[in-house]
């Protein structure tokens, strides 16, 4: 529970409301203004929500200043470095590290969900050869509602496990065929012999021609970007999900609607500009060119895989994506990959640049993914969909924390209207 003994004064025309501070277990104290309206008639404004907090929620947290990202409470460089995603997803599903009969038993039941309903290839086929992957995934996510009907009714605690559980496993199922469709490829079917982020490279580079061994030390990458994309508190696309589910929406359509509003490239779809901005600079005499054109307010150009609403001093993902570009394209004999020269030389210039410093704006998450994952031989149109897959996690962990709050009210948020006030009709002969 919070502590609710602190209040701020507010005096509106003379008058005076009180309204309770939330003091939470980390992070600033938060102005409850649930009763303002009802009390002092006025709302609050925060079109971008710089300075809202819309839920409450224990599952992730981040301190924008320190850098600090914590899941449950541990903190990201740990889990990327010493578990693995699957774990990951227990501990941000049931709030604790699972013991290891409990990792077995989750690992077991994820394994053998990763296969779709045979009908659903038909969704694939709908679509051109050349639609993005997010379309397709937005697309065949949402369908599964229509096939999964065990498991959407939300008010069932088994049901909601098992809708979790679906999607956790599917995901990889649905991006690798979105990929192998786009590629004229056929689909390749999950196996149970490979772990999460291995079945997933499998689907993704295996034909049925020949044999595919997948690369453990590309696979453990894989692994550990998931874990980097896993959860990160109320982001767009996560608070989506919450307004979404807040109607009673099914698992599956609220997660395609997460998926809808990742795929911008403010947000997961960044990874995929980003790696097109580094390639349409192309060398590094370039960089003071666009270093200009994104300090140039007369111009809408920003540098993609820089800046972020909450970190302000440097995104912990980014330090280990770095290090995780280095291995991977060292072990592929390409770290003298010249758009990672290009990325190096380009984050160096930015820091070293008043501008960025100012404010504030470093590489986030975005800006080293795309390097390690057109490096493994995903095109960039796959970059997000690999983003949407990690995330799943914590849009289900998310929507299971606000279905199952007794007190869960539907989003409904107001609006500083600037319009016109009432008028009459005027018929068209007197217009
Ligand atoms: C993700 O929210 C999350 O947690 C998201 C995410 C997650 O895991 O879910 O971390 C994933 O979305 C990471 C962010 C990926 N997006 C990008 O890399 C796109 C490029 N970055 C931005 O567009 C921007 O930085 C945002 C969207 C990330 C943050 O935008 P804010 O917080 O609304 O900041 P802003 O747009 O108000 O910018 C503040 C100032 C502005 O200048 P002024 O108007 O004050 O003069 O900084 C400037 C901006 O012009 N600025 C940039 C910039 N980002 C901000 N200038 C140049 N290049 C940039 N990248």
Known sequence: MVDETKTAKLTIDGD???????????????????????????FTYDPGFTSTAACDSTITFIDGGKGELLHRGYPIDQLASQSHFLEVCYLLLYDALPTAAELEKFENTITRHTMIHE?????????RRDAHPMAIMVGVVG????????????SDPQQREVASHRLI???????????????????????????YAANFLHMCFAVPAEEYQVDPILARAMDRIFTLHADHEQNASTSTVRLASSSGANP?????????????????????????????IGSTDRIPEFIARAKDKN?????????????????????????????????????????????????????????FAEKKLFPNVDFYSGIILEAMGF?????????????????????????????????????????????????IEDR
């Open 379 to 427: 095109p960039t149109s796959m970059f997000t969909p690999v983003f949407a897959l990690a995330r799943t996690v914590g849009w289900i962990s998310q929507w299971k924390e606000q279905i199952s709050d007794p007190a869960l009210k539907i989003g409904r948020p107001r609006q500083l209207y600037l319009g016109e006030t009432a008028r009459n009709y005027v018929n």
């Open 299 to 355: 111009d809408p150009f920003r540098l993609m895989g820089f800046g972020h609403r909450v970190y302000k001093n440097f995104d912990p993902r980014a330090t280990v994506m770095k290090q995780s570009a280095d291995e991977v394209l060292e072990l592929l004999g390409v770290e003298n990959n010249p758009i990672l020269a290009v990325a190096k030389e380009l984050e160096a210039a930015a820091l070293a640049d008043p501008y």
């Open 119 to 127: 009908q659903m290839v038909n969704f694939f086929r709908g679509f």
């Open 143 to 154: 369908a599964m509602a229509a096939f999964y009907h065990d498991s959407t009714d939300i």
């Open 16 to 42: 005076s409301f009180e309204l309770p501070i939330l003091s939470p277990s980390a992070g600033p104290d938060v102005l409850d203004i649930r009763k303002l309206y009802g009390q002092a008639g006025v």
């Open 252 to 280: 599956f359509a609220c997660i395609a609607a997460g998926i809808a509003c990742l795929w911008g490239p403010a947000h997961g779809g960044a990874n995929q500009a980003c790696l097109e901005m580094l390639n349409e």
């Open 169 to 195: 496993a599917k995901m990889p199922t649905i991006a690798a065929w979105a990929y192998k469709y786009s590629i004229g490829q056929p689909f390749v079917y999950p196996r149970n012999d490979l772990d």
